[in-house]
């Protein structure tokens, strides 16, 4: 049989929508897969009913033949299983599933088609999520994995999600969460450690590492998940993992807790991936607002899609925010520096300077209006120049990183993830140690307070402080260690009655160290931390640079400077902003390349 071969779309807002009927003249092929071709106007009109597919493409090299309007077709069996899963109960259904609906060969379609991506999703009556495991698959199969015990699975999950409901209440929570804990514990199905090892797989299933997921559950009017020949609603599943990962007020019997670190519910908050690393680009526009600074063409090289990006960003927004993004992107010398490396990892670099930043303004800008008693112009008027030396910025070097600690590491070599904690304290146990060694000419009471200071994110948060001596107190008292140096011995506590001091520990630390280190400032009492993947160096520089909310780092290159991350300073910018001179912080201008 013939392959099937593309008809051009008549109209650029045209889609293509997926039908399947019978095959009447096939009999080897009794069913058979047809398009029916509708325009997608720019205000909400009325069209053909129809639905999206979200599913994992799979493999590229294993292949199964369909039959397209008489002609074979190759997809991968992850999307012809997904189909047959949606068919399956709605057979007279239209649906767009992207590896068919797009020409994947004509890039000017392509480039049209993503463009339009997020309108395709929110037009859709339904986004389908397919995880997997149609009723064929179940049938027969091993470990437990049967249709009837995926369903009393899915029963499972909504009773954690209606658990994790009632922990948003701000009445009668206890006694709700007891009572619920005491149901489960008494009902055998749930009880049933088959069930739990049935969700792991799910939120272990590949689907929540794709990054064009984040633009499809945006735009979705109603998202519905189908595993093991079961419907469930989103919302369900993203509650039931909310209270997996974060059970809050609740205690649960330790018949569950054992189950919880091991289901990975995690995975839908963690790096997405993408097989073009355009689409890390491309594949969050319908969620954020540079669909105007990105051009969508397959055709340019990565590279200078992302310049571009940068580019058109920078002179759009007339800021310079684009730089907190990066970290350490000239590493494989085909980017600038100061454009952001989205091939990359993301590490701790992405979520934790925010305490930098107060309503809009960094803190040391609002210290300097303060002090100077006037609004002062914190763009140093705006001005920055790119040419083909680099781009220029205005800059206030703040000092010249002598030393770095070891990169806090919680996972590599874990074997028991119920010692998280464990692993927690010996990280801020040996980083206090770091801070003892080597010539220390600062008081040690004062570079205590600093190393507080930066492992929180706060200077001045005296409940974040409290909380933190508390916890930790509370949880080296139970394992009977001795007390850390950093610990002041005479101050008052927070009554923590009530909570589970392992793993408030645990939520309080675990991402404010995992992959970060700390590091001195030559000749100066202040510290700092910065995230451990972006590969800062003795002798980088800290810098505060005008249209950039945080203190950045930078590398001297002969006479310009790199751009390697941002950071967190120890800095009480209040008392930094009166040791300038009335005219303000001396600015001057510098080269990042």
């Given at each position: ?28 092929r ?76 004509d ?27 149609t ?94 020949g ?36 995690h ?48 002179t ?62 914190w ?7 790119l040419?083909?030396?680099g ?70 948060d ?43 520990f645990e ?61 967190f ?25």
């Amino acid at each position: 049989m013939p392959a099937y071969k593309y008809q051009p779309l008549s109209n650029p807002k045209a889609i293509r929508l997926l039908q399947r009927r019978p095959n009447e003249f096939l009999a080897s092929r009794p069913l058979q897969y047809f398009f029916d071709t509708e325009k997608l106007e720019d205000d909400y009109g009325p069209m053909i009913p129809y639905s999206a597919l979200s599913y994992t493409w799979g493999t590229q090299v294993e292949k199964k033949t369909v039959t397209v309007e008489y002609f074979s077709f190759e997809i991968t069996p992850s999307l012809d299983n997904a189909l047959e899963a949606f068919f399956y109960t709605n057979p007279e259904a239209r649906i767009w599933v992207d590896a068919i609906c797009i020409n994947q060969n004509d890039l000017n379609e392509r480039d049209q088609q993503v463009r339009r991506m997020k309108t395709i999703y929110q037009r859709a009556e339904k986004v389908f999520v397919y995880l997997g495991d149609t009723p064929h698959t179940l049938v027969g199969s091993t470990a437990g994995l049967n249709p009837l015990n995926v369903t009393n699975a899915w029963k499972l999950a909504k009773y954690l999600s209606a658990i994790s409901t009632v922990i948003q209440l701000d009445w009668g929570v206890n006694v709700v969460l007891q009572n619920a804990f005491l149901d489960l514990s008494r009902d055998p199905i749930l009880a049933d450690p088959t069930l739990w090892k049935l969700l792991r797989r799910l939120f272990q299933d590949s689907w929540f590492e794709r990054l064009w997921v984040i633009q499809e559950l945006a735009a979705s009017q109603e998202t519905v998940v189908m595993w093991g020949g079961i419907f469930i609603p989103w919302e369900t599943l993203k509650e039931a993992a909310s209270f997996i990962l974060r059970p809050g007020k609740a205690s649960p019997p330790k018949a569950i807790t054992d189950y919880l670190p091991n289901i990975g519910a995690h995975r839908l908050k963690q790096e997405a991936k993408c097989t073009d690393y355009r689409d890390k680009l491309f594949a969050i526009l319908g969620v954020v607002e540079d669909i105007q600074d990105v051009e969508i063409d397959y055709a340019k090289p990565v590279n200078d899609v992302y310049r571009q990006w940068a580019i058109k960003r920078i002179t759009r927004l007339h800021s310079l925010d684009v730089l907190e993004a990066c970290a350490n992107s000239a590493k494989h010398n085909d980017l600038p520096s100061w454009v952001p490396d989205l091939r990359r990892l993301w590490g701790q670099d992405k979520q934790l300077w925010a305490q930098n930043v107060f309503h809009e303004r960094p803190l040391w800008y609002i210290s300097l209006v303060i002090q100077a008693n006037s609004l002062l112009d914190w763009r140093h008027n705006g001005e920055w120049v790119l040419d083909m030396k680099g781009l220029s910025v205005c800059g206030n070097r703040l000092g010249i990183i002598s030393n770095l600690s070891e990169i806090a590491d919680v996972i590599h070599n874990l074997t028991d993830t119920s010692n998280v904690a464990g692993r927690l304290l010996e990280i801020i146990l040996g980083w206090e140690q770091w801070l003892l060694l080597g010539e220390r000419n600062a008081n040690i009471i004062d570079k205590y307070y600093k190393f507080v200071c930066v492992i929180l994110r706060s200077v001045n948060d005296s409940q974040l402080f409290y909380r933190y001596y508390s916890v930790l107190l509370g949880l080296i008292s139970t394992r009977n260690l001795p007390r850390p140096h950093h610990v002041p011995k005479t101050m008052g506590w927070l009554d923590l009655e009530g909570v589970d001091i392992k793993k408030e520990f645990e939520r309080l630390m675990f991402p404010r160290l995992h992959g970060c280190q700390i590091f001195e400032i030559f000749k100066d009492t202040e510290l700092g931390i910065v995230a451990g993947n972006c590969e800062t160096q003795p002798h980088d520089q800290v810098w505060l640079l005008q249209g950039v909310q945080n203190p950045i780092i930078l590398r001297p290159k002969n006479d310009h400077f790199q751009v390697i991350t941002t950071c967190f300073l120890s800095v009480d910018w209040d008392t930094w902003a009166r040791r300038q001179p009335k005219s303000g912080p001396s600015f001057q201008e510098i080269i990042l390349v």
